[in-house]
């Protein structure tokens, strides 16, 4: 079968399927299954993170069940480093992204899905550190991808994109208080692989609302309505369009290094991915966070902890997107950061003067919210908000991989002085977070220029000169 005779009868399955009739309430059965994936996502991102003492105590043979030992902390100085440096393989994460582009989204929400699901399969049977590692990489590939992102803004109402979006997002943060729910239910002092069964009801959820919403949901109607529109292009009508895209991306608008060059010459920019790098910096204390917790309680009080704090990040996650529009960006950082501070001091003094794991879990729930929320404006809406259009999407994820390179930064000198074993790990979070996040922010107040309001047409390179 030649090229043209694939492209006709694919073009013809695509006409049938945006042909059919959209079912009754299919918002409704799509927002559900689109939510629940959401959920898989937040906790398969949260595992690893929460699990990683009990999974270092089995899978070492360490008796002592102390993270204070030097059993465990030989485990951690390994294994942590590894798990740092394998996230550099996700910079072939984009190319497998693009791939949706061309074979549709339904099957890559199919795919990750079911991708975490086998990760956290391969992660619950490890019987060897190679083995977890791997599962680890695994789950560390697929949740990135956020398709069910994509999915709720190419399908919800164009009016109610945001509600969906934030709807969604704080349902599946809170979800993750079903790893403390699980922990209870399943963790057990006196049995070292307990831990594996933590992680069955996530498995299994994940790799069947995966398998099922391959069959649930349609294909978005964006995907369709883009796809049919190439596959009706004649072969003059595609050299064409192929030479426009060469010309855009070599032109003044458009293309990654032309992004990098207008990110680092345009003062608004450049500002925002110092304060955005800076504080990205501080990032590295969420997947540490729990070896704190278990040097500082007992398996049930963590387990408490891990059923709260995940309310309190969705909270405050939906709190700073209704906020945002009404404050500014600037004055939602201001508010944000200093709420991810403060969070931060509370968990730690939480744990060193055993004030229990309802403080611990306020503490580190806000903590994480002001966090994560401050970072999505900084790598996200601001740098959309400052860019013309025609520079925009280069600018955004050009400037996301800049910004984000902060993390490693934090990471390996967090790994680094910590190795040496001078400085407590929970007095290491305030030492290298606390003077950070205050340098960005001042950074933010100072340097960078409000962008709420902003007429995303009407932006030029010198609109915020």
């Given at each position: ?219 978005t109607p964006v995907f369709l309505e883009q796809r049919r529109g190439f596959l009706r292009m004649s ?208 950074i933010l107040m100072t340097k960078v220029k409000e962008t709420s309001g902003v007429d995303l047409e ?8």
């Amino acid at each position: 079968m030649t090229k043209a005779e694939k492209e006709k009868k694919e073009l013809e399955k695509l006409d049938k399927i945006a042909a059919r009739p959209v079912p009754l309430h299919y918002l409704g059965i799509v927002m559900t299954v689109l939510t629940i994936i959401y959920v898989v996502d937040e906790i398969t991102s949260n595992m690893n993170a929460s699990m990683q003492p009990y999974v270092l105590f089995d899978l070492f043979n360490i008796t002592s069940r102390s993270v204070e030992s030097a059993e465990y902390k030989s485990a951690f100085n390994l294994v942590a480093p590894i798990q740092q440096i394998s996230t550099l393989l996700m910079v072939i994460t984009p190319f497998y992204k693009a791939l949706a582009d061309r074979f549709g989204r339904r099957l890559f929400l199919m795919i990750n899905t079911v991708g975490m699901g086998l990760g956290m399969l391969v992660v619950m049977t490890s019987t060897s550190v190679l083995q977890y590692i791997v599962g680890m990489i695994c789950m560390l590939f697929f949740t990135p991808n956020d398709m069910q992102v994509l999915y709720i803004m190419e399908t919800a109402p164009k009016e109610k994109r945001a509600t969906y979006s934030f709807v969604a997002k704080g349902i599946a943060l809170m979800s993750v208080s079903l790893i403390g729910v699980f922990s209870k239910m399943f963790l057990n002092d006196s049995d070292p692989g307990s831990w594996r069964m933590v992680y069955m009801i996530p498995v299994v959820a994940a790799i069947v609302i995966g398998a099922l919403s391959y069959f649930c949901v349609r294909e978005t109607p964006v995907f369709l309505e883009q796809r049919r529109g190439f596959l009706r292009m004649s072969p003059e009508e595609r050299e064409a369009q192929a030479q426009k895209n060469r010309d855009d991306a070599t032109s003044d608008e458009g293309g990654v290094f032309n992004a990098i060059k207008f990110i680092f010459s345009n003062k608004q920019l450049r500002w925002i991915l110092v304060a955005g790098f800076v504080f990205f910096a501080t990032t590295f204390y969420t997947s540490y966070y729990s070896t704190v917790l278990e040097g500082a309680m007992g398996t049930d009080m963590v387990a408490t902890m891990l059923v709260v704090y995940p309310f309190f990040n969705g909270i405050m996650t939906i709190l700073a997107g209704m906020f945002s529009d009404k404050l500014g960006r600037k004055r939602v950082c201001l508010l944000l950061g200093s709420i991810a501070i403060a969070g931060l001091l509370v968990f730690v003094l939480a744990c060193r003067m055993g004030l229990g794991p309802i403080v611990a879990a306020i503490g580190y729930g806000c903590s994480i919210g002001g966090l994560w929320s401050m970072s999505d404006t900084l790598i996200l809406t601001m740098p959309a908000e400052s860019s013309p259009s025609g520079m925009r999407s280069s600018v955004m994820g050009t400037i996301s991989v800049l910004i984000g390179a902060g993390m490693f930064i934090g990471q390996f000198a967090f790994l680094g002085i910590n190795a040496l074993d001078i400085v407590p790990m929970d007095a290491l979070f305030l030492i290298i977070c606390i003077p950070f996040m205050v340098i960005s922010l001042v950074i933010l107040m100072t340097k960078v220029k409000e962008t709420s309001g902003v007429d995303l047409e009407k932006v030029t390179a010198d609109t915020f000169k």
